[in-house]
């Protein structure tokens, strides 16, 4: 089972340990994040971490976006919960895949008890086609097909202390880890999509990172 710190012919293409000092004209939290700050969410960059919260008005997630290239390998966030029932999301994506809303390809989400890993792309063409037929539940076919890209853990995180998420792709199969002990796994198409060049953080209420992690593996 590889950890966060993956030997062998794993390259680190981004790193960020939050432990920078913001110049006075600085531009969100700076290191090339992308952040939906327009939309009064608060990120603030403090004592080697950032804290992200949620503008309750809002009508999406805070959200930071980093580009960050890699095919197989491992995606690390070392965070810190403050209430169980906070959820966040990873969102692995393509930017070059247009047929796919945003290029997303596949999401970790963990909170309120649970983890879920699910294919995102098909999560996508199936609200689509149901949008299409102007129909509010999938078919029998298509429930199916969702459950196959979907798997669900029981999750139980302590608040206000640091844990560590590992998020492994190899081939179409993804697994993931809290604090060294691997939760759950999905193996389905689009985690072997060939190209992934970004990654999303997406946080329902609140969440402390003091470090992403993300390394190829080939």
Same mark, same amino acid.
């Given at each position: 089972m590889?950890?966060?710190a993956?030997s062998?012919?794993?390259?680190?293409?981004?790193?960020?340990?939050?432990?920078?000092e913001?110049?006075?004209?600085?531009q969100?939290?700076?290191?090339?994040?992308k952040?939906?700050?327009?939309?009064?969410?608060?990120?603030?960059l403090?004592?080697?971490?950032?804290?992200i919260?949620r503008?309750?008005?809002?009508?999406?997630? +805070?959200n *930071?976006?980093?580009?960050?290239d890699?095919?197989?390998?491992?995606?690390?966030?070392?965070?810190?919960?403050?209430?169980q029932s906070?959820p966040?999301r990873?969102q692995?994506?393509?930017?070059?895949l247009k047929?796919?809303?945003?290029?997303m390809?596949?999401?970790v989400?963990?909170?309120n008890?649970?983890?879920?890993?699910?294919?995102?792309?098909?999560?996508?063409q199936?609200?689509?086609?149901?949008?299409?037929?102007?129909?509010?539940?999938?078919?029998p076919?298509?429930?199916?097909? *969702?459950?196959a +890209?979907?798997?669900?853990?029981?999750l139980? *995180?302590?608040?206000?202390?640091?844990?560590e998420? *590992?998020v492994?792709?190899?081939g179409?199969?993804l697994?993931?880890?809290?604090d060294g002990t691997?939760? +759950?796994?999905l193996?389905?198409?689009s985690?072997?999509?060939?190209?992934?060049?970004?990654?999303?953080i997406?946080v329902?209420?609140?969440l402390?990172?003091?470090r992403?992690?993300?390394?190829?593996?080939?």
């Open positions: 590889p950890t966060s993956e062998g012919n794993s390259t680190v293409v981004f790193d960020d340990q939050f432990d920078r913001l110049t006075a004209d600085a969100g939290i700076e290191n090339d994040w952040l939906n700050s327009h939309e009064e969410h608060r990120f603030v403090q004592d080697g971490a950032v804290r919260t503008n309750s008005d809002a009508k999406h997630y +805070a *930071l976006l980093h580009k960050a890699f095919r197989n390998g491992s995606l690390t966030v070392r965070f810190k919960l403050a209430d906070a966040f990873i692995v994506r393509d930017s070059a047929t796919i809303k945003q290029g390809l596949f999401n989400r963990a909170g008890g649970q983890l879920e890993l699910q294919d995102a792309a098909i999560a996508y199936i609200k689509q086609s149901m949008k299409a037929a102007k129909v509010a539940k999938p078919s076919q298509q429930q199916a097909t *969702l459950d +890209a979907t798997t669900r853990a029981s139980d *995180l302590s608040v206000n202390e640091w844990h998420l *590992l492994h792709v190899q179409n199969e697994t993931v880890s809290i691997e939760l +759950a796994s193996a389905s198409e985690i072997a999509h060939p190209t992934k060049d970004n990654f999303r997406e329902g209420r609140a402390e990172i003091d992403v992690t993300v390394a190829s593996r080939e």
